[in-house]
């Protein structure tokens, strides 16, 4: 089993005003810089084998202090880019809602099963990221791997991983802090795991913690 530690990457400019950033490649503020640099206070600890991140700027530079603290080799996967959210890159949901009011409705009802105009659904993103930790999870079989990527990717991985609906994902995981950490062991194999296709197949460790509280478990 891995230990898979999962980050949104640092604060970015669009962030002050909500505007969805998807596959865009906006940069980070110099309070998500100061995030990414509390990130790898907290990986000089953790003794983690590899570092991997989207090829998205945002969260390449908030993986570069932990890759500088630990001295791993930081690996880009375009598999973890964020979710394209198509017409709505860029805009605030208030403006997405005035453009497309239907299929913002449409969206907010089953926000992975209808994607916006142009866009990308999340379970077609959940369908190319999972292999990546299934690919991870052979290369460090009892390893432990800081994956920096994104808040809808991670939110939408954690529903698979999970057994929820990811349908329900702004409903029931509305927020991911920036440079936060959620540790999860995947995967996690117990008879009932195996009696029911839909039992989480992970142990969930903790959710959402800032990397100056999360643990580096033992």
Known sequence: MTTFFLARHGETEWHADHRYAGNSDVGLTRHGLGQAAALAAWAVDARLDAIISSPLSRARRSAAPSVETTGLALRIDDRLVEIDFGVGEGLTPEEIADRYPAEWTAFCRAPASSPLPEGESGRAGIARAMPVLDELVAEFPDGRVLIVAHATLIRLLFCELAGMDPDGYRDLLPV???????????????????????????????????????????
């Open 176 to 218: 991911l802090g920036n440079c936060s950490v959620t540790t999860i062991v995947y995967p996690w194999l117990t008879e009932s795991t195996a009696a029911h296709p839909n039992h989480p197949r992970m142990r969930l460790l903790g959710f959402d913690v800032p990397p100056d509280r999360a643990s580096v478990v033992d």
